[in-house]
């Protein structure tokens, strides 16, 4: 088990900002594909952006232009800036670890590891 801990979530308005970092305790993970995934109640968990050692970036169309995702591959660390937040970000967001690359990187069913999520609230 990789302990996934994140941090950075809580109570913004509308037009706000958050940072989200996510830390992976162990070993450092070679080629490994870091990512963020967030839910609301009664939905399904909806891919966010991933990252890939070779900082090779994937965005979901809802995000593109708000949110920015980065990592320190030396501190098995992933960050995710989101910018202009909308009510509709309103969400549990979590973190994830792929440390066998697959070629899917916007499915749940790609990440090995998750983190216990952190709560965004967007106030309009």
């Known amino acids: 088990q990789v302990p996934l801990v994140e941090s950075g979530g809580g109570l913004v308005q509308a037009g706000g900002s958050l940072r989200l970092s996510c830390v992976a305790s162990?070993?450092?993970?070679?080629?490994?594909?870091m990512g963020w995934f967030r839910q609301t109640p009664g939905k399904e968990r909806e891919f966010v952006a991933a990252?890939?050692?070779?900082?090779?970036?994937t965005y979901a169309d809802f995000v593109k232009g708000r949110f920015t995702i980065s990592r320190d591959n030396a501190k098995n660390t992933v960050f995710l800036q989101m910018n202009s937040l909308k009510s509709e970000d309103t969400a549990v967001y979590y973190c994830?670890?792929?440390?066998?690359?697959?070629?899917?990187?916007?499915?749940?069913?790609?990440?090995?590891?998750w983190g216990q999520g952190t709560q965004v609230t967007v106030s309009s």
């Open positions: 994830a670890l792929d440390i066998t690359p697959n070629p899917r990187v916007d499915v749940t069913s790609g990440y090995d590891y």
């Open positions: 162990g070993r450092t993970f070679v080629n490994s594909c």
């Open positions: 990252i890939r050692w070779n900082g090779g970036i």
